[in-house]
């Protein structure tokens, strides 16, 4: 994403996916997106610009145009994306038994993320959509000021946690609601990236697994 302030303009460039993407709720298709709030490297009176974008299409014009009922593969027969995530998440697990016990358990709680749970409120998940994916642990109990404390404990140990991982890791407050998630991304692909399946698969393994490994004895640690 490219950010810049020219003549009293905010001029923002955002890449088109190469494909629509299925958004969370299921009637629309993400065309182009900001993906999370996170800083630009622009700087307003020194403070970091945070942009949060998303252009999208409804499904409900999509099933009425035919060019862009091809163009993401959506057709008359259902939607096609929720019966891929279904593949993708019973080739995950078949994928990771040989290495682990973590994921036989894995059930998708929504057709675009699947996770378990560690302690209540607290997940681990897999997220895939259309161009990218991630891993995460997943705060949500229901309360923010009990979200907001469970994140502060986590981040209090952040250092030791990111150590066990291997590497750092994106702390933050999900845009707009009251939960919070700590996430590795995947730079490989996401949904549409067939032939990247198994890539992502093992990665997504390999990062459940560190994940497991470097947060459970502090999520036990917890006050209750």
């Known amino acids: 994403m490219e950010v810049r302030i020219e003549d ?34 622009l700087l307003v009176d020194g403070n970091p610009l945070y942009v949060r974008l998303r252009a999208y299409i409804k499904r409900r014009d999509l099933r009425s145009n035919a060019r862009l009922a091809s163009l993401s593969g959506e057709n008359q027969g259902g939607d096609t994306g929720k019966a891929d995530h279904g ?20 059930k998708p709680e929504k057709w675009y993320y699947s996770g378990i749970e560690v302690r209540q409120g607290v997940r681990l998940n897999c997220v895939l959509y259309g161009s990218w994916s991630r891993v995460e642990v997943y705060i949500n109990t229901g ?5 907001a404390a469970i994140f502060g404990h986590l981040m209090s140990s952040k250092d030791r946690i990111e150590s066990t991982f291997g590497e750092t890791l994106e702390w933050e407050q999900v ?3 009251p ?8 730079d490989l ?36």
Request: positive net charge; aromatic residues 6%.
């Open 8 to 41: 009293g303009v905010l001029e923002i460039r955002i890449p088109v996916l190469e494909k629509p993407e299925p958004g969370k709720s299921g009637r629309t298709l993400t065309v182009a997106s900001s993906a999370d709030d996170r800083p630009t490297r």
């Open 87 to 106: 593949t993708f998440w019973s080739k995950l697990r078949r994928r990771a038994a040989p290495r682990t016990k973590l994921l036989e358990n894995l």
């Open 175 to 177: 845009p707009g609601k």
């Open 179 to 186: 939960r919070f998630r700590i996430v590795k991304r995947l």
């Open 143 to 147: 309360s923010l000021e009990r979200n």
């Open 189 to 224: 692909g996401g949904l549409f990236d067939k032939e990247k399946w198994p890539e992502i698969q093992d990665a997504m393994i390999q990062g459940m697994i560190r994940l497991e490994r470097a947060f459970r004895p502090h999520i036990e640690a917890l006050p209750l």
